[in-house]
C-alpha cells in the first residue's frame, strides 16, 4: 500500500451543491496531481500543485480549484456540481525534485452528484 | 491537443498464454510512458515505465517496448496467470513533464 491518502471515500452530493475532497501525500514528496476517472475511462489530469502553487491545470473549468498546503497535503474543490461530475477522483503524489521517481495514487474518492 | 489511444478495449487469454496491449500518442514530445494496473475498486499501480531514450525494458513477465518514430508503445505480459486480471492503462508525459495523459484502458480477463 502506498502512503497516499484520500477522505472520504464516497461522497453523494446534489447538483449545485460544492465538495471538498483531501489528498494527504506520501511522506517526502512535494507535489500532488489531481486525475478524474469516470466510469469505464481513463484518469483526466485536472491540475498539479507544487510547492503550495498549481503548476499546470488539464482541460477543466475553473469551478475546479484547488490548494497545497504547507505539509504537501491537498484539496481539491468542486463548485456548482453537474451530473458529470460524477466520478472517481484520484491524487497522485511524487517528490519533484527527484528523478525518475513515480507517482504513487491514493484510493480515490467516488464523488455522486444526484 | 494531445492523446492516447489505446487497443484492445478488451481482451480475454488462456492461462499461459501471452497478452499485448497497444498505446499510439500524439505528442512527439513525450518522454515518459508508464502503465498502470487497475483492479476493480483500487488504486491504479504503476507496474512498469520506459522513458523516450530506451526501446524496450523488461521486468519478469511484463516488457514494455517504444517506438518513438511511429510514437506507438506496447506492453506484453508473458504466461498470464489469473491474477493479471485486470484494466490497463497506459499513459504519456505531456511533453517533459510528470503530468500524463492515460488511454481508454484494456480489460484483460485470464482464464484458468
Known amino acids: 500500500e502506498t502512503g497516499v491518502t484520500q477522505s472520504p471515500t464516497h461522497l453523494i452530493k446534489t447538483r449545485g451543491q460544492q465538495v471538498t475532497l483531501r489528498c494527504s501525500s506520501q511522506s517526502g514528496h512535494n507535489t500532488v496531481s489531481w486525475y478524474q476517472q469516470a466510469l469505464g475511462q481513463g484518469p483526466q489530469f485536472i491540475f498539479q500543485y507544487y510547492r503550495e502553487e498549481e503548476n499546470g491545470r488539464g482541460n477543466f473549468p475553473p469551478r475546479f480549484s484547488g490548494l497545497q498546503f504547507p505539509n504537501y497535503s491537498s484539496e481539491l474543490n468542486v463548485n456548482a456540481l453537474e451530473l458529470d461530475d460524477s466520478a472517481l477522483y484520484l491524487c497522485a503524489s511524487r517528490a519533484k525534485d527527484r528523478t525518475n521517481t513515480e507517482a504513487f495514487f491514493g484510493q480515490g474518492t467516488r464523488l455522486t452528484v444526484v | 491537443g494531445e492523446n492516447v489511444e489505446q487497443h484492445p478495449s478488451t481482451l480475454s487469454v488462456q492461462e499461459g498464454d501471452s497478452a499485448v496491449i497497444k498505446c499510439t500518442y500524439s505528442?512527439?514530445?513525450?518522454?515518459?510512458f508508464p502503465w498502470y494496473k487497475q483492479e476493480l475498486g483500487k488504486r491504479p499501480q504503476l507496474i512498469i515505465d520506459i522513458r523516450s531514450n530506451v526501446g524496450e525494458k523488461k521486468d519478469q513477465r511484463i516488457a514494455v517496448t517504444l517506438n518513438k518514430t511511429a510514437k506507438h508503445f506496447s506492453l506484453h505480459i508473458t504466461e498470464t496467470q489469473p491474477e493479471d486480471s485486470a484494466v490497463y492503462f497506459c499513459a504519456a508525459s505531456i511533453g517533459n513533464t510528470d503530468k500524463l495523459i492515460f488511454g481508454t484502458g484494456t480489460r484483460l480477463q485470464v482464464f484458468p
Open positions: 505528442d512527439s514530445a513525450s518522454n515518459y
